[in-house]
């Protein structure tokens, strides 16, 4: 059987930041814009090791005879 | 026993990808950078709701006598 798909829709609360940061933005100056864009991208990119690690953990006890 | 602490470093490809995001964000206009903040940061959202997903259902299973 095929896994279920994942659901990559936002809660009401993330939806309703993510519309408050459209009109942020807008306010913050060019350099920090930038600095934001980086920082994000670098925590993302944490978040993903990190969710890597989980379900590696996961699988490897999934995996023990107990 | 605790857990063991979380690993919140970089493998060597995401440093240097960071590094050649650091330089390319300078040349996006301002707009494009607002667009792509948004995007982002949505993204990221998305990818936490479904890391709790993964840790839920590993939990659940688990928690399951075999």
């Given at each position: 059987?095929?896994?279920?798909?994942?659901?990559?829709?936002?809660?009401?609360?993330?939806?309703?930041?993510?519309?408050?940061?459209?009109?942020?933005?807008?306010?913050?100056?060019?350099?920090?814009?930038?600095?934001?864009?980086?920082?994000?991208?670098?925590?993302?990119m944490?978040?993903?090791?990190?969710?890597?690690?989980?379900?590696?953990?996961?699988?490897?006890?999934?995996?023990?005879?107990?």
């Amino acid at each position: 059987m095929l896994p279920q798909l994942p659901d990559f829709s936002l809660t009401l609360e993330q939806q309703f930041d993510l519309h408050k940061y459209q009109q942020l933005v807008k306010e913050i100056p060019r350099p920090e814009l930038e600095d934001l864009l980086i920082k994000v991208i670098r925590l993302k990119m944490v978040q993903e090791n990190l969710s890597k690690g989980v379900i590696k953990n996961c699988l490897i006890q999934q995996g023990d005879p107990k």
